[in-house]
């Protein structure tokens, strides 16, 4: 089973930082519940089509040059976790923000996106 901090890794890098549709969505259904909740300031989405709709638009819109990169330590409670993240080119980051997840049975049920 991973750990917390190997899912906010899978989250924020293998999914969301992940410009391969299949090796995406092999990602998703590894890392995540089937019934996941992903709320950000534009809404909420559940079920793994819908955060994979979201991770797409998000990741294929931006310029080759934009990538995800974690900017912290990792916050760890039992069923709990966040990670600070920079969006953008390497050393030049456009958007910073926080995931914030719980996990159910060894995945991720909830994800939480904050934006700065």
Same mark, same amino acid.
């Given at each position: 089973?991973? *750990?917390? =901090? ?7 890098l293998? /999914? ?7 090796? !995406?969505?092999?990602?998703?259904? !590894?890392t995540? *519940?089937?019934? %996941? /909740?992903? #709320?950000d @300031?534009?809404?909420? /989405? *559940? ?15 931006a310029?080759? #040059? ?6 912290? @330590? %990792?916050?760890?409670? !039992?069923? *709990?976790?966040?990670?600070?993240? =920079?969006?953008? &080119?390497?050393?030049? &980051? %456009?958007?910073?923000?926080?995931? /914030?997840i719980? %996990? ?8 939480? =996106?904050?934006?700065?």
């Open positions: 089973m991973p *750990t917390i =901090t190997e899912l906010l890794s899978a989250n924020l293998e /999914v969301f930082g992940n410009r391969d549709a299949g090796s !995406r969505r092999a990602a998703i259904e !590894r995540y *519940t089937e019934d %996941v /909740v992903f #709320a @300031p534009e809404g909420e /989405v *559940t079920g793994w089509d819908a955060l994979e709709a979201k991770a797409a638009g998000l990741i294929d819109a310029p080759a #040059a934009f990538a995800f990169a974690d900017a912290g @330590p %990792v916050y760890l409670g !039992r069923d *709990t976790g966040a990670l600070a993240w =920079t969006f953008g &080119p390497e050393g030049a &980051p %456009v958007a910073r923000g926080i995931d /914030v719980e %996990v159910r049975d060894g995945r991720i049920a909830a994800l939480r =996106t904050l934006l700065a």
